[in-house]
């Protein structure tokens, strides 16, 4: 199976609202979960992610990650490996995808991405699996032509399963936070072989440019709401704003007005609408079809 990531993107010189699809990774195998930030100070300078699975050669579930950038408004693109993990726990770590990405005011280029152990035959057969499947960092560089420089958001050494993070800058001329980068991500904690593991939203800042992060801050006010798909947005002042979704399909907000340190009470917005209560083995169980392809 051959599947592309496409974004739909301006043609350069185009008159009015006319686009072009572009075939933008121009690989084999599956690339999936697809993300893109614009440079705010250069609109045509692009950078896009996805997770890229190539099961040809075990080598390439060593980066299971690509990189896209354009310097033209999206009419060609450049495609590059994702960053190479961290090491911790004292062993070599691997890019496991999930890729979020930014550009801040000064053309600088973030990516969140999650890295786990790397494959092996021993991985594969479930041996000394670590629940630690997952870990976030943020990639960062100068621009398109620099090297990435990774760094894991706050390292702990306790069992702890990232998933799902979002990223944003605060790019206000009037915000007392202004250059400020932050991720917001799902923590996932093992709690007992009797009960649910906890997936809280949590948040992280950085003010060096991506290479330390504060302490996480527990987002959500309860910690019994199972959570995940964070979303960030920063308004002119400066006061953040996160979003996401729990397992029972409501959508709750919160915000910080101290630049991420507290947050106050949760909002909910509403709740998502769910697919028909059916039992799994009838016919229509499901409202949308099962596809042929991912």
């Not at 999930?98 to 479930?126: H, K």
């Not at 019994?224 to 729990?246: E, N, P, Q, Y």
């Amino acid at each position: 199976m051959v599947a592309i990531a496409a974004l739909l993107v301006l043609s350069a010189g185009a008159a009015g609202a006319s686009f072009d699809e572009v075939n933008v990774s121009q690989l084999r195998g599956t690339q999936a979960e697809v993300a893109i930030a614009v440079d705010p100070a250069q609109p045509d300078v692009l950078l896009a992610a996805s997770n890229s699975i190539d099961l040809q050669s075990i080598a390439n579930l060593a980066n299971l990650m690509r990189t896209y950038t354009s310097a033209d408004g999206g009419a060609t693109w450049t495609v590059g490996l994702g960053p190479t993990a961290a090491p911790y726990g004292g062993k070599k770590r691997c890019n496991t995808g999930d890729p979020a990405p930014v550009i801040d005011a000064t053309g600088r280029q973030y990516l969140a991405f999650l890295a786990s152990a790397c494959f092996s035959l021993e991985s594969l057969l479930g041996i000394g699996r670590e629940f630690d499947v997952a870990r976030l960092e943020v990639a960062s560089r100068a621009n398109a032509a620099s090297p990435w420089t990774v760094a894991q958001v706050y390292p702990v050494r306790s069992a702890r399963f990232d998933d799902k993070p979002a990223i944003a800058v605060d790019r206000s001329p009037t915000s007392p936070h202004r250059g400020r980068v932050y991720v917001s991500w799902t923590r996932i904690t093992p709690i007992g072989k009797s009960k649910s593991d906890r997936l809280l939203i949590v948040l992280s800042h950085s003010d060096d440019g991506g290479a330390t992060w504060s302490r996480p801050v527990v987002v959500q006010d309860s910690a019994a709401d199972a959570s995940t798909f964070a979303s960030i947005a920063i308004d002119a002042t400066g006061t953040l704003f996160v979003s996401w979704t729990t397992v029972n399909r409501f959508v709750f907000v919160d915000r910080s007005t101290d630049g991420g340190e507290h947050f106050g009470p949760d909002v909910t917005v509403g709740e998502a609408a769910g697919l028909p209560v059916i039992p799994c083995d009838q016919p229509s169980a499901f409202g949308i079809p099962a596809q042929s392809q991912r």
